[in-house]
């Protein structure tokens, strides 16, 4: 059932599913607002898995693209183009620091770690906007959800701080957090990149160099 601080993009985001996908499949448009209470379901109509979420949750693009706002939501990118892939050619190193874990992919792990110090700044990999700020999910912490445009949204995990909020409009480099070990072993950024809801290995998309 759908808690307070819940998310459509936060719930396809613990369930690895395209947020699109999980709104259509409930009749949702945009700025896809949730009612609490109510069950989200997570297959097509006629499958039977539909979410019973617990207080604990486990855990360039060359844009033509149009900024809708709402203000009973947040701000949601629809992609103008029409046939074509989005694409982001201009991703950016979120923190600065060596990678102490890699991407390993499904049920391994989902994002690169990046080592730092506590408050070391945490950056936008990308334009786009703030579609979740918040600790509902379990083994994030901190965690930040950056949509980019249909395609793409990034996440930034065990902040120790969160410095815009949901609805935010950010740049490629703003500084957004600070890195923190929230739900963490050590003071990190757990970064991951989605690509239509599923977990793609970053250092394919960021530039190549070290961070």
Same mark, same amino acid.
Do not use: C
């Given at each position: 059932?759908?808690?307070? $601080?819940?998310?459509?993009?936060? !719930?396809?985001?613990?369930? %690895?599913?395209?947020? #699109?996908?999980? =709104? *259509?499949?409930?009749?949702?448009?945009?700025?896809?607002?949730?009612?609490?209470?109510?069950?989200?379901?997570?297959?097509?109509?006629?499958?039977?898995?539909?979410?019973?979420?617990?207080?604990?949750?486990?855990?360039?693009?060359?844009?033509?693209?149009?900024?809708?706002?709402?203000?009973?939501?947040?701000?949601?990118?629809?992609?103008?183009?029409?046939?074509?892939?989005?694409?982001?050619?201009?991703?950016?190193?979120?923190?600065?620091?060596?990678?102490?874990?890699?991407?390993?992919?499904?049920? $391994?792990?989902?994002?690169?770690? !990046?080592?730092?110090?506590? %408050?070391?700044?945490? #950056?936008?990999? =990308? *334009?786009?906007?703030?579609?979740?700020?918040?600790?509902?999910?379990?083994?994030?912490?901190?965690?930040?959800?950056?949509?980019?445009?249909?395609?793409?949204?990034?996440?930034?995990?065990?902040?120790?701080?969160?410095?815009?909020?949901?609805?935010?409009?950010?740049?490629?480099?703003?500084?957004?957090?600070?890195?923190?070990?929230?739900?963490?072993?050590?003071?990190?950024?757990?970064?991951?990149?989605?690509?239509?809801?599923?977990?793609?290995?970053?250092?394919?998309?960021?530039?190549?160099?070290?961070?």
């Amino acid at each position: 059932m759908v808690r307070p $601080g819940d998310t459509l993009y936060m !719930i396809a985001w613990e369930a %690895g599913l395209d947020y #699109r996908q999980v =709104a *259509d499949w409930n009749d949702l448009v945009a700025p896809y607002r949730i009612t609490r209470g109510k069950g989200i379901r997570l297959s097509p109509p006629g499958g039977s898995k539909v979410a019973a979420l617990s207080g604990e949750k486990s855990v360039s693009t060359t844009m033509t693209d149009e900024v809708v706002s709402n203000a009973s939501g947040p701000t949601v990118i629809k992609s103008n183009t029409s046939g074509q892939e989005d694409r982001i050619s201009d991703w950016l190193w979120p923190a600065t620091g060596p990678i102490i874990q890699h991407f390993t992919g499904k049920n $391994g792990n989902n994002g690169v770690d !990046i080592s730092g110090r506590k %408050g070391t700044h945490i #950056r936008a990999a =990308a *334009d786009g906007v703030v579609v979740y700020a918040g600790s509902g999910l379990r083994g994030y912490g901190q965690l930040l959800i950056i949509q980019h445009n249909d395609v793409f949204l990034s996440a930034y995990a065990h902040n120790q701080a969160l410095l815009v909020r949901e609805g935010a409009t950010v740049s490629g480099g703003q500084t957004v957090a600070e890195m923190g070990d929230t739900e963490a072993e050590s003071s990190r950024l757990h970064f991951e990149i989605r690509r239509d809801g599923k977990p793609v290995n970053p250092l394919n998309y960021l530039p190549d160099q070290s961070p």
